[in-house]
Nanobody
Framework: QVQLVESGGGLVQPGESLRLSCVASGTIFSISVMCWYRQASGKQRELVAR???????DYADFVKGRFTISRDNAKNTEFLKMRSLNPEDTAVYYCSVIIEAGTARRVHKSWGKGTQVTVSS
């Protein structure tokens, strides 16, 4: 059983920053891709950023230059540093990983429960 727990969300004003964290726990053998998604109220979930085990990163156009994804492989943790936040960034942010885990070493995609980010003056 793998558990992903996000933290770091909250209420900020436009232009401010937040740093999200996501820790994976359980019987983990490897984590290849780590991602952040977000889902605004009434909208579909969308990919924000992803990072491979080799630290290759990829960003959605709407966050390029403002958000930075990183990971700590030793701690099975990923981060999302968000700068210059605006009201359109308001959403629930989810971490998701491609993980090899469990006694059967099954490779699968796992999701956290999300953390709310609200940008408002």
């Amino acid at each position: 059983q793998v558990q992903l727990v996000e933290s770091g969300g909250g209420l900020v004003q436009p232009g401010e920053s937040l740093r999200l964290s996501c820790v994976a726990s359980g019987t983990i053998f490897s984590i290849s891709v780590m991602c952040w998604y977000r889902q605004a109220s009434g909208k579909q979930r969308e990919l924000v950023a992803r990072i491979t085990s080799g630290a290759v990163t990829d960003y959605a156009d709407f966050v390029k230059g403002r958000f930075t994804i990183s990971r700590d492989n030793a701690k099975n943790t990923e981060f999302l540093k968000m700068r210059s936040l605006n009201p359109e960034d308001t959403a629930v942010y989810y971490c998701s990983v491609i993980i090899e885990a469990g006694t059967a070493r099954r490779v699968h995609k796992s999701w956290g429960k999300g953390t709310q980010v609200t940008v408002s003056s």
